[in-house]
T-cell receptor
Framework: ETGVTQTPRHLVMGMTNKKSLKCEQH?????MYWYKQSAKKPLELMFVYNFKEQTENNSVPSRFSPECPNSSHLFLHLHTLQPEDSALYLCASSQDPLAGADWYFGPGTRLTVT | AQSVAQPEDQVNVAEGNPLTVKCTYS??????LFWYVQYPNRGLQFLLK????DNLVKGSYGFEAEFNKSQTSFHLKKPSALVSDSALYFC?????WGGGNKLTFGTGTQLKVEL
């Protein structure tokens, strides 16, 4: 275990549903991230939060909406997704984004959009 | 823009033989380089990193990597492979200055170690 947890681990949703992914870290880190992992493609950075403030949105469609209520929790709200959004969504955290700090990853949520 | 190339989708090695997983990078300025491993149905686990100093970096589970600035490479190596090393390996890079929070990953290399 890396200290980063994600729920649910698996999610199947229709294109008209609304669901949320949750990430939690108790490592005392101040930066949290959402990544998308699709087969045969590099991990795609989606969002970055530093001290609860969003510092990066990597041209992510608005059907993905992040929320960071505090330094320990990160959510990804999903609505009207497309089948191509099916992927493994990974949450990560790090201590100091400006140093060579390690990123700690959660186990991911396997999302299937039907 | 920064990028990582992992030229091999899959590497096959016999147990007990040395293994190498290749990685080259492109970044402005000095790089911070990382290797992560992913086992089935698990998140990415940190293996090792190069920040500064000795070009040969030693990490978890007997893995090491050598930073080569002239070749912009950071190949992952292990002297004697184990079947349990079979997993998906990712190389990642971040600029040491001005890179912000952006850790850029390669496409991953599937390592298969057979008896």
């Amino acid at each position: 275990e890396t200290g980063v947890t994600q729920t649910p681990r698996h999610l199947v949703m229709g294109m008209t549903n609304k669901k949320s992914l949750k990430c939690e870290q108790h490592l005392g880190h101040n930066a949290m991230y959402w990544y998308k992992q699709s087969a045969k493609k590099p991990l795609e950075l989606m969002f970055v939060y530093n001290f609860k403030e969003q510092t990066e949105n990597n041209s992510v469609p608005s059907r993905f909406s992040p929320e960071c209520p505090n330094s320990s929790h990160l959510f990804l709200h999903l609505h009207t997704l497309q089948p191509e959004d099916s992927a493994l969504y990974l949450c990560a955290s790090s201590q100091d984004p400006l140093a060579g700090a390690d990123w700690y990853f959660g186990p991911g949520t396997r999302l299937t959009v039907t | 823009a920064q990028s990582v190339a992992q030229p091999e989708d899959q590497v096959n090695v016999a147990e007990g033989n040395p293994l190498t997983v290749k990685c080259t990078y492109s970044v402005s300025g000095n790089p911070y380089l990382f290797w992560y491993v992913q086992y089935p149905n698990r998140g990415l686990q940190f293996l090792l990193k190069y920040i500064t100093g000795d070009n040969l970096v030693k990490g978890s589970y007997g893995f090491e990597a050598e930073f080569n600035k002239s070749q912009t490479s950071f190949h992952l190596k292990k002297p004697s492979a184990l079947v349990s090393d079979s997993a998906l390996y990712f190389c990642a890079v971040r600029a040491s200055w001005g890179g912000g929070n952006k850790l850029t990953f390669g496409t991953g290399t599937q390592l298969k170690v057979e008896l």
